[in-house]
Protein backbone atom coordinates (compact mmCIF):
# COMPACT_ATOMS: atom_id res chain seq x y z
CA UNK A 1 0.00 0.00 0.00
CA UNK A 2 1.33 3.11 -1.05
CA UNK A 3 1.59 6.22 1.49
CA UNK A 4 -0.75 9.35 0.77
CA UNK A 5 3.03 10.92 -0.20
CA UNK A 6 3.54 8.66 -3.13
CA UNK A 7 -0.22 8.54 -4.30
CA UNK A 8 -0.16 12.11 -4.00
CA UNK A 9 -0.47 14.30 -7.03
CA UNK A 10 1.81 17.05 -8.32
CA UNK A 11 -0.70 20.15 -7.84
CA UNK A 12 -0.78 18.18 -4.37
CA UNK A 13 2.97 17.70 -3.58
CA UNK A 14 3.77 21.58 -5.08
CA UNK A 15 1.16 22.85 -2.54
CA UNK A 16 2.48 20.82 0.64
CA UNK A 17 5.71 22.33 -0.25
CA UNK A 18 5.17 25.53 -1.04
CA UNK A 19 3.24 25.97 2.78
CA UNK A 20 6.18 24.25 4.43
CA UNK A 21 8.54 26.56 2.99
CA UNK A 22 5.86 29.30 4.01
CA UNK A 23 6.03 28.02 7.12
CA UNK A 24 9.62 27.72 7.76
CA UNK A 25 9.82 31.54 6.58
CA UNK A 26 7.22 32.58 8.55
CA UNK A 27 9.12 31.06 12.25
CA UNK A 28 12.46 32.43 10.34
CA UNK A 29 10.61 35.90 10.78
CA UNK A 30 9.18 35.29 13.85
CA UNK A 31 12.81 34.69 15.67
CA UNK A 32 13.97 37.24 13.90
CA UNK A 33 10.99 39.75 14.83
CA UNK A 34 11.71 38.59 18.61
CA UNK A 35 15.20 39.30 18.12
CA UNK A 36 14.61 42.74 16.53
CA UNK A 37 12.23 43.61 19.76
CA UNK A 38 14.24 42.53 22.54
CA UNK A 39 17.16 44.31 20.62
CA UNK A 40 14.23 47.29 20.28
CA UNK A 41 13.86 47.34 24.24
CA UNK A 42 17.24 46.93 25.20
CA UNK A 43 18.00 49.99 23.47
CA UNK A 44 15.08 51.77 24.58
CA UNK A 45 16.41 50.85 27.90
CA UNK A 46 19.81 52.19 27.65
CA UNK A 47 18.14 55.59 26.15
CA UNK A 48 15.85 55.65 29.17
CA UNK A 49 19.04 55.66 31.45
CA UNK A 50 20.73 58.35 29.12
CA UNK A 51 17.28 60.44 29.52
CA UNK A 52 17.31 59.54 33.43
CA UNK A 53 20.82 60.61 33.47
CA UNK A 54 19.83 63.92 31.32
CA UNK A 55 17.40 64.78 33.67
CA UNK A 56 19.04 64.47 36.78
CA UNK A 57 21.60 66.37 35.44
CA UNK A 58 19.35 69.50 34.05
CA UNK A 59 17.75 69.11 37.86
CA UNK A 60 21.35 69.56 39.83
CA UNK A 61 21.66 72.79 37.55
CA UNK A 62 18.29 73.83 38.36
CA UNK A 63 19.56 73.42 41.72
CA UNK A 64 22.94 74.77 41.64
CA UNK A 65 20.76 78.27 39.79
CA UNK A 66 18.07 78.06 42.97
CA UNK A 67 21.65 78.08 45.21
CA UNK A 68 23.78 80.46 43.54
CA UNK A 69 20.70 83.17 43.12
CA UNK A 70 19.76 83.61 46.22
CA UNK A 71 23.37 83.72 47.45
CA UNK A 72 23.90 86.37 44.53
CA UNK A 73 20.28 88.50 45.65
CA UNK A 74 22.08 87.97 49.45
CA UNK A 75 25.35 89.46 49.02
CA UNK A 76 24.37 92.16 46.71
CA UNK A 77 20.61 92.77 46.66
CA UNK A 78 20.08 93.27 43.28
CA UNK A 79 17.02 91.78 41.76
CA UNK A 80 19.13 91.03 38.61
CA UNK A 81 20.75 87.92 40.68
CA UNK A 82 17.96 86.29 41.06
CA UNK A 83 16.74 85.87 37.39
CA UNK A 84 18.71 82.38 37.73
CA UNK A 85 16.49 81.42 40.88
CA UNK A 86 13.17 82.73 39.68
CA UNK A 87 14.11 80.42 36.07
CA UNK A 88 14.78 77.50 38.00
CA UNK A 89 11.91 77.86 40.39
CA UNK A 90 9.70 77.80 37.33
CA UNK A 91 11.92 75.07 35.94
CA UNK A 92 12.07 72.31 38.55
CA UNK A 93 8.90 71.20 39.36
CA UNK A 94 8.33 70.17 35.90
CA UNK A 95 11.57 68.40 35.81
CA UNK A 96 11.18 66.55 39.02
CA UNK A 97 7.70 65.56 37.73
CA UNK A 98 9.81 64.04 34.76
CA UNK A 99 12.63 62.60 37.15
CA UNK A 100 9.82 60.95 39.20
CA UNK A 101 8.23 59.15 36.03
CA UNK A 102 11.14 58.17 34.25
CA UNK A 103 12.00 56.29 37.12
CA UNK A 104 9.00 53.97 38.35
CA UNK A 105 10.69 51.59 36.27
CA UNK A 106 13.07 51.07 39.33
CA UNK A 107 11.68 51.09 42.90
CA UNK A 108 15.12 52.26 44.14
CA UNK A 109 15.73 54.74 41.82
CA UNK A 110 12.40 55.89 41.79
CA UNK A 111 12.61 56.32 46.24
CA UNK A 112 16.00 58.77 45.03
CA UNK A 113 14.14 60.79 42.98
CA UNK A 114 11.06 61.02 45.32
CA UNK A 115 13.80 62.48 48.42
CA UNK A 116 15.18 64.60 45.75
CA UNK A 117 12.01 65.87 44.71
CA UNK A 118 10.97 67.02 47.85
CA UNK A 119 14.32 67.78 48.64
CA UNK A 120 14.82 70.42 46.34
CA UNK A 121 10.64 71.66 46.98
CA UNK A 122 11.69 72.20 50.80
CA UNK A 123 15.13 74.15 49.74
CA UNK A 124 12.68 76.17 47.05
CA UNK A 125 10.36 77.02 49.23
CA UNK A 126 13.44 77.88 52.31
CA UNK A 127 15.25 79.90 49.53
CA UNK A 128 11.17 81.76 49.05
CA UNK A 129 11.52 82.96 52.69
CA UNK A 130 14.62 83.85 52.33
CA UNK A 131 14.38 85.88 49.28
CA UNK A 132 11.17 87.37 50.69
CA UNK A 133 12.61 87.94 53.82
CA UNK A 134 15.64 89.71 52.48
CA UNK A 135 13.37 91.99 50.32
CA UNK A 136 11.70 92.91 53.90
CA UNK A 137 14.86 93.66 55.35
CA UNK A 138 17.28 95.27 53.42
CA UNK A 139 19.83 95.66 55.79
CA UNK A 140 20.20 92.48 57.17
CA UNK A 141 23.06 90.32 57.41
CA UNK A 142 23.71 87.80 54.19
CA UNK A 143 24.92 85.31 56.55
CA UNK A 144 21.03 83.87 56.50
CA UNK A 145 21.39 83.03 52.49
CA UNK A 146 24.65 81.56 53.81
CA UNK A 147 24.24 79.88 56.99
CA UNK A 148 25.98 76.59 57.40
CA UNK A 149 22.78 75.23 57.32
CA UNK A 150 22.05 75.94 53.90
CA UNK A 151 25.51 74.54 52.92
CA UNK A 152 24.83 71.48 54.55
CA UNK A 153 21.18 71.06 52.85
CA UNK A 154 22.71 72.09 49.66
CA UNK A 155 25.92 69.53 50.25
CA UNK A 156 22.86 66.91 51.20
CA UNK A 157 21.17 67.18 47.80
CA UNK A 158 24.58 66.98 45.96
CA UNK A 159 25.10 63.37 48.04
CA UNK A 160 21.86 62.57 46.79
CA UNK A 161 22.35 63.14 43.21
CA UNK A 162 26.04 61.59 43.36
CA UNK A 163 24.72 58.48 44.28
CA UNK A 164 21.17 58.65 42.22
CA UNK A 165 23.42 59.47 39.00
CA UNK A 166 26.40 56.85 40.00
CA UNK A 167 23.39 54.24 39.93
CA UNK A 168 22.29 55.17 36.67
CA UNK A 169 25.13 55.67 35.58
CA UNK A 170 25.82 51.89 36.33
CA UNK A 171 22.40 50.69 35.47
CA UNK A 172 23.10 52.82 32.51
CA UNK A 173 26.47 50.55 31.76
CA UNK A 174 24.70 47.51 32.38
CA UNK A 175 21.73 48.26 29.60
CA UNK A 176 24.12 49.52 27.40
CA UNK A 177 26.13 46.67 27.61
CA UNK A 178 22.80 44.44 27.33
CA UNK A 179 21.89 46.45 24.54
CA UNK A 180 25.04 45.72 22.67
CA UNK A 181 25.23 41.47 23.59
CA UNK A 182 21.37 42.08 22.07
CA UNK A 183 22.23 43.61 19.24
CA UNK A 184 25.28 41.15 18.17
CA UNK A 185 23.12 38.51 19.19
CA UNK A 186 20.13 39.76 16.90
CA UNK A 187 22.57 40.10 13.86
CA UNK A 188 23.74 36.30 14.89
CA UNK A 189 20.18 35.42 14.62
CA UNK A 190 19.33 37.57 11.79
CA UNK A 191 22.55 35.90 9.85
CA UNK A 192 20.92 32.52 10.93
CA UNK A 193 17.41 33.19 9.67
CA UNK A 194 18.46 34.70 6.39
CA UNK A 195 20.80 32.04 5.67
CA UNK A 196 17.64 29.75 6.84
CA UNK A 197 14.98 31.53 4.39
CA UNK A 198 17.67 31.14 1.87
CA UNK A 199 18.30 27.61 2.19
CA UNK A 200 14.47 27.16 2.43
CA UNK A 201 13.66 28.78 -0.79
CA UNK A 202 16.75 26.83 -2.33
CA UNK A 203 15.45 23.35 -1.02
CA UNK A 204 11.81 24.06 -2.67
CA UNK A 205 13.39 25.15 -5.42
CA UNK A 206 15.58 22.06 -6.10
CA UNK A 207 12.23 20.31 -5.02
CA UNK A 208 10.15 21.39 -8.17
CA UNK A 209 13.37 21.06 -10.49
CA UNK A 210 13.39 16.89 -8.98
CA UNK A 211 9.71 16.73 -9.26
CA UNK A 212 8.83 19.03 -11.97
CA UNK A 213 11.75 20.63 -14.31
CA UNK A 214 14.40 17.29 -14.44
CA UNK A 215 11.48 14.93 -15.65
CA UNK A 216 9.76 17.45 -18.42
CA UNK A 217 13.57 18.00 -18.90
CA UNK A 218 14.56 14.58 -19.05
CA UNK A 219 11.54 13.59 -21.16
CA UNK A 220 12.35 16.94 -23.68
CA UNK A 221 15.80 14.89 -23.80
CA UNK A 222 14.16 11.77 -24.49
CA UNK A 223 11.48 12.80 -26.94
CA UNK A 224 14.38 14.59 -29.18
CA UNK A 225 16.29 10.91 -29.08
CA UNK A 226 12.78 9.14 -30.80
CA UNK A 227 12.73 12.15 -33.01
CA UNK A 228 16.28 11.56 -34.07
CA UNK A 229 15.17 7.99 -34.85
CA UNK A 230 16.36 6.30 -31.19
CA UNK A 231 13.07 4.35 -30.31
CA UNK A 232 15.33 2.76 -27.12
CA UNK A 233 14.72 5.81 -24.97
CA UNK A 234 12.93 4.79 -21.83
CA UNK A 235 12.02 7.28 -18.26
CA UNK A 236 11.86 6.53 -14.90
CA UNK A 237 8.36 6.15 -13.49
CA UNK A 238 8.93 7.33 -9.87
CA UNK A 239 7.64 10.87 -10.42
CA UNK A 240 4.85 12.03 -8.66
CA UNK A 241 0.85 12.49 -10.15
CA UNK A 242 0.78 13.60 -13.19
CA UNK A 243 4.51 13.19 -13.90
CA UNK A 244 4.39 10.10 -12.77
CA UNK A 245 1.63 9.20 -15.54
CA UNK A 246 3.42 11.26 -18.25
CA UNK A 247 6.32 9.00 -17.92
CA UNK A 248 4.63 5.74 -18.06
CA UNK A 249 2.32 7.37 -21.06
CA UNK A 250 5.84 8.42 -22.70
CA UNK A 251 7.56 4.81 -22.05
CA UNK A 252 4.30 2.72 -23.57
CA UNK A 253 4.10 5.39 -26.41
CA UNK A 254 8.15 4.67 -26.62
CA UNK A 255 7.21 1.07 -26.60
CA UNK A 256 4.86 0.94 -28.80
CA UNK A 257 6.89 3.04 -31.50
CA UNK A 258 10.10 0.62 -31.10
CA UNK A 259 7.40 -2.16 -31.57
CA UNK A 260 5.92 -0.73 -34.51
CA UNK A 261 9.51 -0.07 -36.17
CA UNK A 262 10.04 -3.03 -35.67
CA UNK A 263 7.50 -4.73 -37.18
CA UNK A 264 7.46 -1.98 -40.33
CA UNK A 265 11.29 -3.47 -40.45
CA UNK A 266 10.21 -7.20 -40.15
CA UNK A 267 7.87 -6.12 -42.54
CA UNK A 268 9.66 -4.42 -45.01
CA UNK A 269 12.52 -7.34 -44.59
CA UNK A 270 9.98 -9.66 -45.66
CA UNK A 271 8.72 -7.54 -48.45
CA UNK A 272 12.42 -7.36 -49.58
CA UNK A 273 13.42 -11.50 -48.90
CA UNK A 274 9.15 -11.81 -50.96
CA UNK A 275 10.32 -9.45 -54.17
CA UNK A 276 13.94 -11.41 -53.94
CA UNK A 277 12.10 -14.79 -53.71
CA UNK A 278 9.64 -14.08 -56.15
CA UNK A 279 12.51 -12.67 -58.55
CA UNK A 280 14.10 -15.94 -57.78
CA UNK A 281 11.25 -18.08 -58.46
CA UNK A 282 10.32 -16.09 -61.52
CA UNK A 283 13.94 -16.88 -62.75
CA UNK A 284 13.95 -20.59 -61.54
CA UNK A 285 10.58 -21.32 -62.48
CA UNK A 286 11.53 -19.15 -66.32
CA UNK A 287 14.72 -21.69 -66.40
CA UNK A 288 12.54 -24.80 -65.71
CA UNK A 289 10.19 -24.13 -67.96
CA UNK A 290 12.19 -23.36 -70.81
CA UNK A 291 14.24 -26.43 -71.10
CA UNK A 292 11.58 -28.84 -71.34
CA UNK A 293 8.98 -26.60 -73.20
CA UNK A 294 11.61 -25.94 -75.85
CA UNK A 295 12.35 -29.74 -75.60
CA UNK A 296 8.62 -30.05 -76.25
CA UNK A 297 8.41 -27.60 -78.96
CA UNK A 298 11.42 -28.93 -80.94
CA UNK A 299 10.84 -32.36 -81.06
CA UNK A 300 6.61 -31.86 -81.39
CA UNK A 301 8.06 -29.39 -84.72
CA UNK A 302 10.23 -32.56 -85.66
CA UNK A 303 7.46 -34.75 -85.31
CA UNK A 304 5.16 -32.78 -87.92
CA UNK A 305 7.05 -31.01 -90.17
CA UNK A 306 9.29 -34.48 -90.97
CA UNK A 307 8.73 -37.76 -92.12
CA UNK A 308 10.71 -40.53 -89.02
CA UNK A 309 10.77 -43.77 -88.67
CA UNK A 310 8.63 -44.95 -86.29
CA UNK A 311 11.69 -46.02 -83.87
CA UNK A 312 12.95 -42.73 -84.14
CA UNK A 313 9.39 -40.97 -83.73
CA UNK A 314 9.02 -43.27 -80.35
CA UNK A 315 12.38 -41.71 -79.05
CA UNK A 316 10.89 -38.11 -79.73
CA UNK A 317 7.86 -39.03 -78.05
CA UNK A 318 9.90 -40.39 -74.72
CA UNK A 319 11.35 -36.88 -74.75
CA UNK A 320 8.53 -35.24 -75.22
CA UNK A 321 6.71 -37.33 -72.17
CA UNK A 322 9.76 -36.63 -70.38
CA UNK A 323 9.76 -33.18 -69.89
CA UNK A 324 6.33 -32.93 -69.82
CA UNK A 325 6.29 -34.97 -67.02
CA UNK A 326 9.18 -32.26 -65.26
CA UNK A 327 6.82 -29.98 -65.86
CA UNK A 328 3.86 -31.78 -64.12
CA UNK A 329 6.02 -32.26 -61.14
CA UNK A 330 6.86 -28.72 -60.70
CA UNK A 331 3.17 -27.42 -61.52
CA UNK A 332 2.77 -30.70 -58.41
CA UNK A 333 5.48 -28.91 -56.34
CA UNK A 334 3.70 -25.29 -56.92
CA UNK A 335 0.29 -26.63 -56.06
CA UNK A 336 1.88 -28.30 -52.86
CA UNK A 337 3.29 -25.21 -51.35
CA UNK A 338 -0.02 -23.27 -52.18
CA UNK A 339 -1.53 -26.12 -50.30
CA UNK A 340 0.67 -26.17 -47.49
CA UNK A 341 0.20 -22.37 -47.13
CA UNK A 342 -3.46 -22.35 -47.31
CA UNK A 343 -3.07 -25.47 -44.66
CA UNK A 344 -5.31 -27.92 -47.08
CA UNK A 345 -2.68 -30.64 -47.40
CA UNK A 346 -3.86 -33.77 -46.84
CA UNK A 347 -2.41 -37.14 -45.36
CA UNK A 348 -3.38 -40.80 -46.39
CA UNK A 349 -2.33 -42.47 -42.73
CA UNK A 350 -1.00 -46.05 -42.25
CA UNK A 351 1.60 -48.08 -41.67
CA UNK A 352 4.32 -47.98 -43.59
CA UNK A 353 7.94 -49.57 -43.13
CA UNK A 354 10.81 -47.13 -43.73
CA UNK A 355 13.00 -49.76 -44.66
CA UNK A 356 10.95 -50.70 -47.76
CA UNK A 357 10.39 -47.24 -48.92
CA UNK A 358 14.02 -46.59 -48.77
CA UNK A 359 15.06 -49.97 -50.56
CA UNK A 360 12.27 -48.86 -53.32
CA UNK A 361 13.92 -45.19 -53.68
CA UNK A 362 17.09 -46.43 -53.63
CA UNK A 363 16.41 -48.52 -56.92
CA UNK A 364 14.53 -46.15 -58.45
CA UNK A 365 17.02 -43.06 -58.12
CA UNK A 366 20.20 -45.52 -58.68
CA UNK A 367 18.84 -45.81 -61.96
CA UNK A 368 19.36 -41.84 -62.41
CA UNK A 369 23.02 -41.39 -62.74
CA UNK A 370 25.65 -43.94 -63.51
CA UNK A 371 28.15 -42.32 -62.08
CA UNK A 372 26.49 -42.53 -58.07
CA UNK A 373 26.29 -45.61 -56.24
CA UNK A 374 23.67 -45.30 -53.53
CA UNK A 375 24.57 -47.59 -50.69
CA UNK A 376 21.65 -48.93 -48.35
CA UNK A 377 22.58 -49.53 -44.90
CA UNK A 378 18.85 -50.34 -43.39
CA UNK A 379 17.42 -50.63 -39.89
CA UNK A 380 18.06 -54.38 -38.98
CA UNK A 381 14.30 -54.44 -37.16
CA UNK A 382 11.49 -52.92 -38.96
CA UNK A 383 11.03 -49.43 -38.85
CA UNK A 384 7.40 -48.98 -38.78
CA UNK A 385 6.05 -45.01 -38.89
CA UNK A 386 2.40 -43.84 -39.57
CA UNK A 387 1.84 -41.71 -42.17
CA UNK A 388 1.13 -41.01 -46.00
CA UNK A 389 3.39 -43.61 -47.57
CA UNK A 390 3.45 -41.04 -51.19
CA UNK A 391 4.12 -38.47 -49.22
CA UNK A 392 7.28 -39.86 -47.02
CA UNK A 393 7.91 -41.49 -50.63
CA UNK A 394 8.14 -37.74 -52.53
CA UNK A 395 10.52 -36.50 -48.81
CA UNK A 396 12.72 -39.57 -49.29
CA UNK A 397 13.03 -39.04 -53.23
CA UNK A 398 13.90 -34.81 -52.59
CA UNK A 399 16.90 -35.71 -50.18
CA UNK A 400 18.30 -38.82 -52.71
CA UNK A 401 17.87 -36.19 -55.39
CA UNK A 402 19.36 -33.59 -53.97
CA UNK A 403 22.14 -35.86 -52.86
CA UNK A 404 22.51 -36.97 -56.03
CA UNK A 405 22.62 -33.27 -58.01
CA UNK A 406 24.79 -31.80 -55.50
CA UNK A 407 27.64 -34.47 -55.91
CA UNK A 408 28.54 -33.22 -60.26
CA UNK A 409 31.06 -35.73 -59.49
CA UNK A 410 29.48 -38.71 -58.72
CA UNK A 411 30.27 -41.07 -55.73
CA UNK A 412 28.74 -42.64 -52.95
CA UNK A 413 25.30 -41.77 -50.85
CA UNK A 414 24.78 -43.65 -47.90
CA UNK A 415 21.53 -44.45 -46.41
CA UNK A 416 21.21 -45.94 -43.63
CA UNK A 417 18.05 -46.14 -41.09
CA UNK A 418 17.82 -47.27 -37.74
CA UNK A 419 15.04 -47.20 -34.84
CA UNK A 420 16.66 -45.36 -31.67
CA UNK A 421 14.42 -45.76 -28.75
CA UNK A 422 10.68 -45.01 -29.81
CA UNK A 423 11.93 -42.76 -33.05
CA UNK A 424 12.69 -43.75 -36.64
CA UNK A 425 15.98 -42.39 -37.94
CA UNK A 426 17.03 -42.19 -41.20
CA UNK A 427 20.43 -40.71 -42.81
CA UNK A 428 21.10 -39.71 -46.38
CA UNK A 429 25.38 -39.07 -46.50
CA UNK A 430 26.92 -37.35 -49.93
CA UNK A 431 30.23 -36.79 -50.88
CA UNK A 432 28.94 -33.55 -52.54
CA UNK A 433 29.43 -30.10 -53.19
CA UNK A 434 28.15 -29.31 -49.31
CA UNK A 435 26.50 -25.77 -48.43
CA UNK A 436 28.30 -22.78 -47.37
CA UNK A 437 28.22 -21.62 -43.89
CA UNK A 438 26.33 -18.61 -45.13
CA UNK A 439 23.18 -20.04 -46.95
CA UNK A 440 22.30 -23.20 -44.23
CA UNK A 441 20.12 -20.75 -42.80
CA UNK A 442 17.81 -20.54 -45.68
CA UNK A 443 18.03 -24.01 -47.03
CA UNK A 444 14.35 -24.43 -45.56
CA UNK A 445 13.48 -21.17 -47.21
CA UNK A 446 10.64 -21.02 -50.84
CA UNK A 447 12.42 -20.66 -54.00
CA UNK A 448 16.61 -20.73 -52.40
CA UNK A 449 18.83 -22.50 -54.32
CA UNK A 450 22.08 -20.34 -53.55
CA UNK A 451 25.19 -19.70 -55.90
CA UNK A 452 25.94 -23.18 -56.34
CA UNK A 453 23.25 -24.44 -58.09
CA UNK A 454 22.93 -22.23 -60.55
CA UNK A 455 26.40 -21.60 -61.23
CA UNK A 456 27.17 -25.04 -62.14
CA UNK A 457 23.56 -25.62 -63.95
CA UNK A 458 21.96 -28.01 -61.14
CA UNK A 459 18.18 -28.24 -61.93
CA UNK A 460 15.39 -27.49 -59.52
CA UNK A 461 13.36 -24.99 -57.87
CA UNK A 462 14.09 -24.55 -54.40
CA UNK A 463 10.49 -25.65 -53.44
CA UNK A 464 11.58 -29.42 -52.58
CA UNK A 465 12.96 -29.13 -49.08
CA UNK A 466 10.23 -26.45 -47.96
CA UNK A 467 8.01 -29.52 -49.21
CA UNK A 468 10.07 -31.69 -47.72
CA UNK A 469 10.14 -30.18 -43.49
CA UNK A 470 6.59 -29.42 -44.05
CA UNK A 471 5.56 -32.94 -44.83
CA UNK A 472 7.87 -34.37 -41.95
CA UNK A 473 6.67 -31.92 -38.97
CA UNK A 474 2.86 -33.05 -40.63
CA UNK A 475 3.96 -36.20 -39.61
CA UNK A 476 5.30 -35.18 -36.04
CA UNK A 477 8.72 -35.72 -37.24
CA UNK A 478 11.80 -33.30 -37.75
CA UNK A 479 14.19 -32.88 -40.88
CA UNK A 480 17.84 -31.24 -40.45
CA UNK A 481 21.33 -31.41 -41.93
CA UNK A 482 25.06 -31.15 -41.21
CA UNK A 483 27.49 -29.91 -43.70
CA UNK A 484 31.13 -28.73 -44.60
CA UNK A 485 31.61 -26.12 -47.92
CA UNK A 486 33.70 -28.92 -50.55
CA UNK A 487 33.18 -32.08 -48.26
CA UNK A 488 29.48 -33.26 -48.81
CA UNK A 489 26.40 -32.99 -46.21
CA UNK A 490 24.19 -35.31 -44.28
CA UNK A 491 20.72 -34.91 -44.14
CA UNK A 492 18.21 -36.63 -41.33
CA UNK A 493 14.83 -37.34 -41.00
CA UNK A 494 13.29 -38.49 -37.48
CA UNK A 495 9.72 -39.80 -36.97
CA UNK A 496 7.92 -41.36 -34.30
CA UNK A 497 8.12 -44.89 -34.26
CA UNK A 498 4.72 -46.86 -35.12
CA UNK A 499 3.83 -47.36 -31.28
CA UNK A 500 5.33 -43.68 -30.09
CA UNK A 501 3.04 -42.07 -33.05
CA UNK A 502 -0.26 -44.13 -32.39
CA UNK A 503 -1.49 -41.18 -30.15
CA UNK A 504 -0.49 -38.47 -33.24
CA UNK A 505 -2.65 -40.41 -36.00
CA UNK A 506 -6.02 -40.90 -34.11
CA UNK A 507 -7.50 -42.30 -37.53
CA UNK A 508 -4.85 -45.32 -37.97
CA UNK A 509 -7.39 -47.83 -37.71
CA UNK A 510 -8.98 -46.39 -41.20
CA UNK A 511 -6.10 -46.87 -43.74
CA UNK A 512 -8.44 -44.77 -46.14
CA UNK A 513 -8.16 -41.53 -43.32
CA UNK A 514 -7.14 -38.12 -44.03
CA UNK A 515 -4.96 -36.25 -41.72
CA UNK A 516 -5.23 -32.31 -43.13
CA UNK A 517 -1.85 -30.04 -42.39
Known amino acids: MRSWWARSGLAVRIAVSAFVVGVGLALVFAVLFLAITGLRHRSLEATHSQQVIATANQLQTL ?16 PRYLAPWRAAGIQFPKSTRRLVALTTDNPKQHQRAMQIKRAIEQYFSESLLVVDYLRRNPGFSAKV ?39 RNALIVGGIGLGAALLLILLGALYVNRVVARPVRLAADAAANIAGGDFSSRLETNGPGEVGELERSFNTMAASLERTLADLEERNQTLVESEQTKSELVSN ?18 MLDRELPPDEMRRYLEVIRTEARRLAELLNDLLDIQRIEQGTIELRLEEVDLNDLLSAQVTLYSAQSS ?16 GDRDRLAQVIGNV ?41 QRIFTKFFRGDVGRERGISGTGLGLVL ?13 FESLEGEGSTFWLQFPAAAAGHGLMAAHDDPEARHGV
Open 63 to 78: VIDLETGVRGFAITRK
Open 145 to 183: ATAPSKQQQIEALRTRFEAFLSTERTLGERRDKNARVTA
Open 285 to 302: VSHELRTPLASVLGFSSL
Open 371 to 386: DHRLHLDAADDALVVY
Open 400 to 440: LSNAIKYSPEGGVVDISASLVGDEAWIWVRDEGLGIPAEHQ
Open 468 to 480: ARQIVEAHGGEIG
